[in-house]
Nanobody
Framework: EVQLVESGGGLVQAGGSLRLSCVAS????????IGWFRQAPGEEREGVSC????????YYADSAKGRFTISRDNVKNTVTLQMNSLKPEDTGIYYC?????????????WGTGPTVADYWGQGTQVTVSS
């Protein structure tokens, strides 16, 4: 059974930090990019960041560059998103997701929308107060 289990969400003041973790199981991680989507109230789900389990290539949305860092531990099947200098606009439900790296896919496809993902976690709430 494929599972993506998130942890680490919460409430933080603007300027603070949070670390999200996603533990993956039930599939061969080497063939996938794993990362995070965010969905704010009333908005579409958008790709924030991902990392390829095969070669470590990363993608960051423009809103995340310079503030968020994604990393992976292939032994523990865990992907971590360190979020610093958080802003109220970072508020939303953060979903861990996995996308199979097909030959015609690029890491930047993460930014094209949620249809790129094959598997989803249940989501974790991040709230940044001003």
């Amino acid at each position: 059974e494929v599972q993506l289990v998130e942890s680490g969400g919460g409430l933080v003041q603007a300027g603070g930090s949070l670390r999200l973790s996603c533990v993956a199981s039930g599939f061969t991680l080497d063939d996938y990019a794993i990362g995070w989507f965010r969905q704010a109230p009333g908005e579409e789900r958008e790709g924030v960041s991902c990392i390829s389990s095969r070669d470590g290539m990363t993608y960051y949305a423009d809103s995340a560059k310079g503030r968020f860092t994604i990393s992976r531990d292939n032994v523990k099947n865990t992907v971590t998103l360190q979020m610093n200098s958080l802003k109220p606009e970072d508020t939303g439900i953060y979903y861990c997701a996995a996308a199979k790296m097909q030959p015609d896919r690029r890491i930047t496809d993460w930014g094209t929308g949620p249809t790129v993902a094959d598997y989803w976690g249940q989501g974790t709430q991040v709230t940044v107060s001003s």
